[in-house]
C-alpha cells in the first residue's frame, strides 16, 4: 500500500513540476531558516548548563549591577548555612603578560578564588582544581593561551610576569571555557595574594564593586529568605541615620545570560531573552508560511486530482486511508525539502555567524535536542500540511468527486484564502518590525550625543606620574595632526558608576552622584562647551584644586537655586570644598539605553586612567599609529592600543544591530516565500477565473479593466492583513523600543508603509500573472467550453 | 453594414498550420439576419469571432461601416466592441459567481453607463425576456432555455447593432429552441444585424439568407 502511495507521490510531483518546485523550495527555505535559528536558539538556551552544579550555582546581584564589595561573600558565608562555597572573579583587560621576549596585552583576564574551579566544571588538561590557585603566585590558563606563550611546550611550572612587577607560576591547564558560558577568560590568577596587590585591608573597601560572587549552594534552600537574609546582612553606612536596606537578590547560573539585561554592566555582554523569543518567533512564522504555500497549493492542485480520489473512495478507500495517503505524501516532499535545507543551512551558516556574531558550527546539528527538535518540527509541519488537504479531499463523496464538481472548489477555496491573509499578516507584522528597528538604529547611530566622537583615539595603559604624563601631552600636541589630548577616569561610553557623593553650600543632606575625574583639556578633546560659566583652564592654578563643573542634570538634581556658578559644594573624591566653575550640557555619556545621569566633572590625576586624543579627521588612521608610536617611545614598557572612539560608542549597539540585520533578511525571505505562494495561488485563481474573465473581455471589458478586478480582489487580502497586522507588530515593537531610554516613537507612518511596501510587492507578483491573462485572447478560454 | 474580403486565417502549431478560412468574400446589410452553415471545423465560429472582433485574421480585409477594422490592437478591438457587438454562445457562458441581474448588467458596466441608468436598461430586457422573476437567481438555478435567454438578454441589453449567435439552440430541446428562435427574429425586426452560425436546417430558416461554408470556403449562398 505505501508503495502504492509512493509511486502516487512521485508521479504527482513529476506531473505538476511548477507546483511541486513551489512547494519543495518553498519547504526548503522554511526549514532551513528554521534549523539556523533552532541552532541558534539552542545555543542561547545551553549557556553555562555544562556545569555539573550548575543547579546549585548562583550569582550574588545589586539592583542594578552584578558587581560586589570583596568582603561581601565572606559576610555571607560565615552567616549563611545555606551557601556551602563562594567564588569571587576580578574581571580585567588590559593586562600585560610577558613570558622571556613575549609580551601581550591580555584582555580576558581575572584574579580569582582557588573554589571557582570547585564550584565550576572546568576541565582540566594539567593539574586539578584542587591543586590550582590555593598558593599565592599561582596561575591557570587556558590552552590557547598556553599554545600562544609556550608553543608545544608544558606550561606548568613557567612562570609569567604580570604588568612588569608580579610573577605568578602556572599550575594547570584548563581547556578552552565554550563559548556557551557567560564568562570566558583566558587567564585566572588566583586572590590569595591580594593584600600584595591591593592592600593588606583590600577585603574591607566596601565601596570597592568590582567583584562577581559566585555561589555554590546547599540543596533546597529557600531562594526569598536567602534574598531576605542577604540584605539584612549587608553593611550599611553607620553614619547614616534611616539606613535604606539594598535590594540584594541571588541569580541562577542558569538565568545569567538570557535574564541580566536589566543590569547596567555585566562581566561579559549576554543576550536577552527578547531576543532568542524574537528569533523563535521568526523562525516560527516563516516555517508557517513556507507549510500554508505547501497546503495551499496541495489543495489548489487537488481539483486535478478528483477523479483519482472518486476512482480510490468507488473501490474502497477508507476515509482514514485516503488522509493516510496524503499525510504520506506531504512526508514525501518534506524529507526531499529537509535534505535540501541541510545543504542550505551548511552553505549558510558562515553569513548567519556572522550576522548572528555567534560562530555556530554544523556539528552542532549532532545533538539529540537538535535532533528531536528537527524531527519535531518535520512532524508538525507534516501533519499540519498533510492533515488539511487528507480531511478536505478525503471527506468527497465519489460521485461529487467523479463529477469534479465545482461546488467544493469553491469552499475550499475560503480556506486558502484564510491563509494567504494569515501569510501576509506576517509579512506586515516583519516588515513593520524591521522599518522600525532601522528607524531605531538609525536614530542611535546619528543621534546628536552632545560629543564628538569622530577622530578620537583612546588608550589604557600607565600613565606614570603626571610629570610623565605631561611629556607625552607635549609630545603629542607638537605633531601637526594632534589638536588636543586629555586623561580622565571616564570617558564618554563608558559607565558612570564611580559614585561619590556631594553637599551643596547651605543643604546639609549627601546626595550620591557619579564623579569624572578629568584632567584639562577633557572637554576641549570631546569637543563640549560650557553651556555656562567656563572650562577647566590649566591658565588658573585653582581649578586643580577648587573648581568642580556639573552637567545640566546634576544642577538640577542638586536643587541649586540662582546661577549655579560660584556656588560651591562639599566633594569627597577626593574630600574638598569646591566652586562651580561651569555648567556643561547634558551629554549621553553612557549608551542610548540609559538615561542621561547627572554627574561633576573635577580635576584629579590619581585616579585617570583613559587617554584621549583628538587627531585630524581626514587621516584618522594614520595619525592613530603615529600616536601609538610616540606614546611607545615614551612607555616602552607598555604595550599600547589605541581604538577609536566612535567604534566603541558603535559596539554598545552591536546585539541590535545584528538583530536588525538578521530580522531584515528574514523580512526579506518571509516575502519571497510569501510572493512563491502567491504566485502558486495567483496562477490558480486565474485558471479558474479564465473563462469569466474571457467573458467580460467579450462584453467589452478592456485588459486594464480586467487587472484591476483581478487585483483588487489581492488588495482586499492585504487590507485584511493589515487591519491584523498593526496591532501585533505596534506592541511586539513597542515591547522592543522599552529596552531604550531614548527612542523613536511609533508613528502610524511605518504601518502604513508596511501595508503599502506589502501591497506593490503583492501587486508587482500577481500583475505579471493578471496582465498575461488578461491579455490572452478571450476566443482561447472560450473556444473549448 | 458589413464588408469581408478575401479573408483568410491560418491558426498555426508547431506542427502544423491548419486554414481555417481561405479567401471568404461576405457583405451582410444592415438589419439583415444571415445564417452561417456548415459541418464541423468548416470554418464557421473563426469566422464568426473575426466578425466579434474577437480575433484577427491572417490575410484580408473587414470593414464595419465603412471603418476599416482588419488589424486593430487588442485594446482597439475591446473598444470597438463596446456596445457595437452582442455575443450569444452554444454554451451560454454566464458567469456562475454573478446573479441573473449581473449578468445583464456586465456590459453597460463597461460602458460606464450611471446605476439608475443601467437598473432601467436591465429590468427592461428581463421583462422583454421574461425572466425578470428569475432576477436574484445564480445561472445554476436556471434552466437551459431561461440561460440561454439570460444569454440573449446579455447580449442585446446595451442594444449593439450586431448580434453574433454561435449555435444558440445547440443546448436546447426544441421548444426552447423555438422560443429563442423567435426572439431572435424579433430582436431582428426591431432593427439588429444578425448573424447565426447553426447546424439546424430549422433554425437557418429564420434567417434572410444562409451561408454555406465548407473546409474554409464559401460553397453556396441562397436567400430564404
Redo the contacts between chains.
Sequence with gaps: MFKNYFKIAIANLTKNKAYSIISISSLTIGLAVCILLLLYVSHELSFDRYHEKADHIYRLCQEQHPYQAPGAARLLQDNLPEIKKYARILPRDNILFQFEDDRYKEDYVAWVDAELFEIFSFKFKQGSPENSLQQPGTAVINEKTAHKYFGNDNPVGKVLKVDNENDYIITGVIEDIPQNSHFTFDIFMTLEDGGKLFGSDWEESWGWWNFLVYFEMQDGFSKPDVEAKICKLMPVNPNDPDPELPKMTIQSLKDIHLYSAHFLGDIQPQNSITYVLIFSAIGLLILLIASFNYINLLTANATTRDIEIGVRKAYGASRSQLAMQYVSESFVVLIISLGLALVLVQLFLPVFNELSGKDLTFSILANTNIILGILGMLVIVGLLAGWYPALVLSSYSPVMALKSS?NNASSKFQFRKILVGAQFTIVIVLIACAIIMFHQINYIQNKELGFEKEAVITSIFDFGDEAQYNILKQALLGQSYVSSVSVASRIPSGSLSNEGYVIPEEQTEKISIPYVHVTYDYFKTLGIEAKQGRLFSDQIKTDATESVILNNKAVKLLQLEGNPIGQSIKCNWPKSTRRIVGVIEDVYFESLYNKIKPAVFLIDYSMVYHLIVKVKPSDAIGSMKSVTEICQEIYPGEVIEFTFLDRILQSRYQADTNTFQLMGYFAILAILLACIGLLGMASFILARRT??I??????????T?IIQMLNVGFAKWIAVAFVIATPIAWYGMGRWLENFAYRVTLSWWIFALSGFITLVIVLTTVSFLTYRAA?R???ES??Y? | MIKIEKLTKVFSTDEIETLALRAVDIRVKKSEFVAVMGPSGCGKSTLLNIVGLLDNPTEGRYSFNGTDITYLKEKDRTQFRKGNIGFIFQSFNLIDELNVFDNVELPLLYLKMKATERRKLVEDVLKRMKISHRAKHFPQQLSGGQQQRLAISRAVVANPGLILADEPTGNLDSKNGIEVMNLLSELNQDGATIIMVTHSDRDAGYAHRVINLFDGQVIMEKVN
Design positions: 465545482k473563462k469569466e474571457g467573458i467580460r473581455k467579450v462584453n467589452g471589458a478592456s485588459v479593466e491579455r485572447n478571450p476566443v472560450l473556444r467550453e
